[in-house]
């Protein structure tokens, strides 16, 4: 009986040590941040588009988590506060990208600036203007999220990420030949994208905002074409990359309690997160995290009305919510993603694992 205890405790020490051995540590992060996603906008886009719950791509990740998200001044936060708390790590007030206030003022330390410390190249995709609150967050710094043309300023000539893509144009604060003096090779639209390259590329499509997927893209290329090219771009070096994409506008449907609109974002952030699981396919160095910044509209699914009819739902607010938001992990280190929360800890898982 105690050779056979003695038998059994060798085994289990050495499954350990080999678990601990071959647990795979991501070289590249893949962020993906759906704007004013919470449980219920993923409830109602399932029900409009499969008739049923948990079909969308992420829900099937093994690892599922809850964040908190209020900020420093708030219990509910705004873009700017709750993307600088997953990119720095730090509560902020709401309006402040990436600067210790309350605190000394100073510039706080991004995920994609830690990224970049370790020879990683680095990338920001959204569907709103690239100078908007969230990418905003990773890439610059700055004490209201409405300076946009300092904000563009510090992205393309202080950070300098590899890839920017998203809305563009005067009313981002762009000026696009200065991007382009600043050594960035530049596409408008869906067919310049696929000829795009370059180590400083970036997409701005449009003036302002990119149009919403319900209403179509026209020439633009939707998320998950400007996510593919961005993976493509970045997968260049061995020390692997960080990549921020965010549906940016579930935010600004929920905002207008336009249910339609709000689903088909959702469903085009679902898709584009499809593209980046099969683009990973049996690689084991790639963390991927699908979370949202806050809850908008106050969203209640109230009943299922089956496929391609919306829900009967109700909205308690024209702004955003304290509630709690969804967290979804993938790949290599993914398994310290699950449970409860609070947004700041993404920062500090990633970081712990990656950088
Ligand atoms: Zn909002």
């Not at 902020?92 to 003022?105: E, H, L, Q, T």
């Not at 830690?114 to 990773?138: C, E, L, N, W, Y």
């Not at 996510?227 to 449907?253: Q, Y």
């Amino acid at each position: 009986m105690m050779k056979l205890c003695k038998k059994l405790i060798i085994f289990l020490s050495l499954f350990i040590f080999l678990s601990c051995a071959l647990a795979a540590k991501p070289v590249s992060v893949i962020l993906m941040i759906g704007d004013g996603m919470g449980f219920e906008q993923i409830k109602a886009a399932d029900y409009y588009f499969y008739g049923e719950e948990g079909r969308l791509s992420f829900e099937s990740f093994p690892v599922k988590g809850s964040v908190t998200t209020y900020s420093a001044d708030n219990d509910i936060t705004d873009s700017a506060a709750a993307a600088t708390a997953m990119a720095t790590g730090q509560k902020v007030n709401n309006g402040v990208i990436s600067k210790a206030i309350p605190g000394d003022g100073s510039n706080l330390v991004t995920l994609l600036k830690r990224a970049q410390q370790d020879g990683k190249s680095t990338g920001i995709v959204t569907t709103t203007m690239v100078t908007h609150a969230t990418p905003a967050a990773f890439a610059s710094h700055n004490l209201s999220r409405n300076n946009y043309a300092e904000i563009a300023a510090d992205i393309f000539t202080v950070t300098k990420p590899n890839v920017v893509m998203g809305g563009g144009g005067p009313s981002a604060g762009i000026v696009t030949a200065d991007v382009n003096s600043a050594g960035y090779n530049i596409a408008q639209n869906s067919t310049e994208l696929r000829g795009l390259t370059g180590e400083l590329a970036c997409g701005f499509f449009g003036d302002g905002h990119m149009p919403y997927e319900y209403d179509g893209l026209g020439d633009y290329p939707h998320l998950n074409q400007m996510a593919v090219k961005a993976l493509d771009l970045l997968d260049t070096s061995p020390a692997g990359f960080f990549l921020m994409i965010e549906g940016g506008r579930i935010d600004h449907a929920c905002h207008s309690n336009d249910l339609v609109r709000a689903v088909y974002e959702v469903k085009e952030f679902s898709d584009t997160v499809q593209v980046v699981l099969d683009w990973m396919g049996s690689r084991d160095d790639v963390l991927l995290i699908v979370t949202a910044d806050h809850e908008t509209g106050g969203l209640s699914v109230t009943s299922n009305n089956g496929v391609d009819v919306l829900p009967t739902v109700t909205w308690s607010t024209d702004y955003h919510t304290a509630a709690d938001v969804p967290l979804y992990a993938f790949g290599a280190g993914s398994e310290l993603f699950s449970g409860k929360m609070d947004n700041t800890d993404i920062y500090d898982l990633i970081l712990l694992q990656a950088f």
